[in-house]
């Protein structure tokens, strides 16, 4: 059974004096859509949810414990050794904070009185002492990946590493503009299942450039501020579905509406609209 929508109780209060939470997936949907997240965010009325990916998810998981073996070592990973990534896992007392969905790393931008947010898959530190941000990526691709397109789940891809970079330096720590996508791609070719999915793994490279951020954050408190509707993004299939599917219900009404004129003109009725439902 299909759940029944509900508003989000976390919205924008403008005359509260403590920081608006903002997550970094929220900062993406501004990017994407400013008319969807003016919905999400002053009125709660978010966009439809997908199913979670609890693969994925799993993924996450594992590849967290693998990863925490070396750290507690002071290892490098084989992984980091076959790709000669000069780092190691990062050790520090609040990784499982920063990891940790819906809490992870967090600045508070006093100039926008926002509190930014976002939980990072992990951290490695190299020879200069910079933190490096590493994300993992799980999907399953007949062709090798290598590098990112310029699709538009990449460039969110490329945004969230930068979101990341930008919450470490905020906190004062040195960090490599430097990170990492770990891509684990499931493998299709096998010739049985056996009960185990198995993956090629690519390490990818990218050099991310957060300076978007400040400036950013300013047109998210502008937006939440002001009353005026912001425009669809570019290609919003949501926006696009609300405004079609807005007007055809419309006009539906509109001809109810003179339908029911007509025929209380001829009984004699009154006729009044309620809620776009005509009651009569």
């Given at each position: 059974?299909?759940?029944k929508?509900?508003?989000s109780?976390?919205?924008?209060?403008?005359d509260?004096r403590?920081?608006f939470k903002?997550?970094?997936s929220?900062?993406?949907?501004?990017i994407?859509?400013?008319?969807?997240f003016?919905?999400?965010?002053r009125y709660?009325?978010k966009?439809p949810?997908?199913?979670?990916?609890?693969?994925?998810?799993?993924?996450?998981a594992l590849?967290k414990?693998?990863?925490?073996?070396?750290r507690?070592?002071?290892q490098k990973h084989p992984?980091?050794?076959?790709?000669g990534v000069d780092?190691?896992?990062y050790h520090?007392?609040?990784i499982?904070i920063w990891?940790?969905n819906f809490?992870g790393?967090?600045?508070?931008?006093?100039e926008?009185?926002l509190?930014?947010?976002g939980a990072?898959?992990?951290?490695?530190i190299?020879?200069?002492?910079?933190?490096?941000?590493?994300?993992?990526k799980?999907t399953?691709k007949?062709?090798k990946i290598e590098k990112?397109?310029?699709s538009?789940?990449?460039?969110?891809?490329?945004?969230?590493?930068?979101?990341?970079?930008?919450?470490?330096k905020?906190n004062?720590?040195k960090t490599s503009?430097?990170?990492?996508?770990?891509y684990?791609n499931?493998?299709?070719d096998?010739?049985?299942?056996?009960g185990k999915l198995e993956?090629?793994?690519s390490?990818?490279s990218?050099?991310?450039?957060?300076?978007?951020?400040?400036n950013t954050l300013?047109?998210i408190?502008k937006?939440l501020?002001s009353?005026?509707?912001?425009?669809?993004?570019?290609?919003?299939?949501?926006?696009?579905?609300?405004?079609t599917s807005?007007?055809v219900?419309?006009?539906i009404?509109?001809?109810k509406v003179?339908?029911?004129?007509?025929d209380?003109?001829?009984s004699?009725?009154?006729?009044?609209?309620?809620n776009?439902?005509?009651?009569i």
């Amino acid at each position: 059974m299909a759940q029944k929508f509900k508003k989000s109780s976390f919205i924008f209060d403008i005359d509260s004096r403590s920081p608006f939470k903002l997550s970094r997936s929220k900062i993406d949907l501004f990017i994407d859509c400013q008319r969807c997240f003016f919905l999400s965010e002053r009125y709660g009325i978010k966009r439809p949810k997908f199913p979670p990916f609890t693969l994925n998810i799993a993924v996450d998981a594992l590849l967290k414990k693998e990863f925490d073996i070396y750290r507690s070592k002071g290892q490098k990973h084989p992984l980091m050794k076959s790709y000669g990534v000069d780092a190691i896992p990062y050790h520090h007392k609040d990784i499982n904070i920063w990891r940790e969905n819906f809490v992870g790393i967090r600045f508070h931008d006093k100039e926008s009185s926002l509190l930014v947010f976002g939980a990072i898959d992990d951290v490695w530190i190299n020879s200069k002492e910079e933190l490096v941000v590493v994300d993992y990526k799980a999907t399953a691709k007949d062709s090798k990946i290598e590098k990112l397109d310029d699709s538009r789940w990449h460039n969110q891809y490329r945004r969230q590493m930068e979101v990341y970079q930008w919450l470490l330096k905020k906190n004062g720590f040195k960090t490599s503009s430097t990170g990492y996508f770990m891509y684990l791609n499931g493998k299709k070719d096998s010739k049985a299942f056996d009960g185990k999915l198995e993956f090629d793994i690519s390490l990818i490279s990218y050099v991310g450039d957060s300076s978007w951020m400040d400036n950013t954050l300013k047109d998210i408190k502008k937006c939440l501020v002001s009353g005026d509707i912001p425009p669809m993004g570019d290609n919003c299939e949501y926006c696009d579905y609300r405004e079609t599917s807005g007007k055809v219900f419309q006009n539906i009404v509109n001809n109810k509406v003179k339908k029911k004129k007509r025929d209380s003109d001829i009984s004699g009725n009154d006729i009044t609209v309620k809620n776009n439902t005509l009651f009569i």
